[in-house]
């Protein structure tokens, strides 16, 4: 399992990679590059913490964490979308940006978004 997830976390470096050389009017290359790392400093690829994260990879990271969860996955079944947005309300302030969570847990329960089949 270990090998498998030393896997699964390059695709953020690999995701920089391809998208480093484009000249884009935003940070895109460095937001997927950081779109893993934790406000704490437990995340991946470099272990960033608070501020050293963008915003914009704070925001792509509670939505990555919100659509991972409550889609299915060839190793396991949908976990669903409240138990995705009660990870996003147990750690606002600690894994995930507070601002950023409270935007998403605002959309799901007072917006009334739902994903789409």
Known sequence: MDAEFDMIKIHPEAGYNILKEIDFPWPIAE????HHERLDGSGYPRGLKGKEILLQAKIIA???VV???SSHRPYRAALGTEKAL???????????????ADACLKVFREKGFKFSN
């Open 86 to 100: 009660k990870e996003i309300e147990d750690n606002k302030g600690i894994l995930y940006d507070p601002d950023v």
């Open 31 to 34: 937001t997927v590059y950081q």
């Open 62 to 64: 509670v939505a990555d």
């Open 67 to 69: 659509e991972a969860m």
